[in-house]
């Protein structure tokens, strides 16, 4: 009796299809935005991105550093107002 081989372009595109369907369920979570931003401010997150996937080894993400930045900022605002680091700052 002949040996079944393993249909590898099938798995190809289940995977394929999984993948994207991953990513379709993702895009309908977020939203891209575009900020203008300093040159130079922008390497701060990025090192934060660098550091925290080498130091914890699990896959942060750019946009969850800018998410929780804003997050923590908005909620020192809330609480303190205008005299919030967040409010100074503007």
Same mark, same amino acid.
């Given at each position: 009796? @002949? &040996?079944? #081989?393993?249909?590898?372009? *099938? %798995?190809?595109?289940?995977?394929?299809?999984?993948?994207? !369907?991953?990513?379709? @369920?993702?895009? +309908?979570?977020?939203? !891209?935005?575009?900020? =203008?931003?300093?040159p130079d401010w922008l390497?701060?997150?990025?090192?934060?991105?660098?550091?925290? &996937? &080498? %130091? *914890?080894?699990?896959? /942060?993400? $750019?946009?969850?550093? /800018?998410? !929780? @930045? +804003?997050?923590?900022?908005?909620?020192?605002?809330? #609480? =303190?107002?205008?005299?919030? $680091?967040? @409010? &100074?700052?503007?």
């Open positions: 009796m @002949a &040996r079944k #081989r393993p249909d590898i372009i *099938t %798995d190809l595109f289940a995977s394929s299809e999984q993948r994207d !369907a991953n990513i379709q @369920a993702q895009e +309908l979570k977020n939203r !891209a935005a575009i900020f =203008y931003l300093d390497t701060r997150p990025e090192a934060a991105w660098l550091n925290l &996937r &080498r %130091d *914890t080894g699990s896959p /942060v993400c $750019r946009s969850g550093i /800018v998410e !929780a @930045a +804003l997050l923590a900022a908005l909620e020192g605002s809330d #609480r =303190y107002g205008l005299r919030s $680091r967040f @409010a &100074r700052m503007l």
